[in-house]
């Protein structure tokens, strides 16, 4: 059975327009994987629900506003027989950061400029692609891709 997995994330610039990365050490192996602040809708939540959780949870930050989505990506892993949908959204917040991830993961959680988000997302290109378009003014975009290292397809 193929697992679909369905996930939030968000966008936060600060007053230089920096954008919010949170590191991630999920295996807690020392290999940490950089992600905009995020994760995945468990059941019974809404998106954007699940997105101020995400959030809230992985930088100590509350979303004051969602302005918009920002683009959708599909990601076809037949490695693992999964498919995840992830949905971005530009968003505003409030406080200071302060991770405070239930699981353990997040080893991380600053503000890098794009040339820092580019080296740290390097090797993923569904996590950088999509977010260097959209930096670059792409908006509304869904990006499809056959698996987490490879090249995508834009619609």
Known sequence: MRREILVAAA??????????LVGNDW??????????????VEPGETVL?????????E?????????HLAYVIQVEDR???ERTLAMAFRATYEGL???????GH?????????????ERLKGHLPLLEPLR?????????FYAYAGWHAPGVVV
């Open 133 to 141: 378009a959209y930096l670059r003014g792409e908006r509304g975009r």
């Open 106 to 118: 997040i080893v991380e959680a600053r503000f890098f400029t794009l040339e820092e988000v580019e």
């Open 11 to 20: 966008i936060l610039l600060d007053s230089r327009g920096r954008v919010l």
């Open 27 to 40: 295996g807690r192996r020392g290999r940490v994987r950089y992600t905009l602040p995020g994760g995945t």
């Open 79 to 81: 490695r693992k027989n």
């Open 97 to 103: 950061l302060n991770p405070r991830d239930p699981d």
């Open 49 to 57: 629900e699940a997105l101020v959780r995400e959030v809230r949870e």
């Open 59 to 67: 930088t100590g930050l509350r979303v004051r506003s969602v302005e």
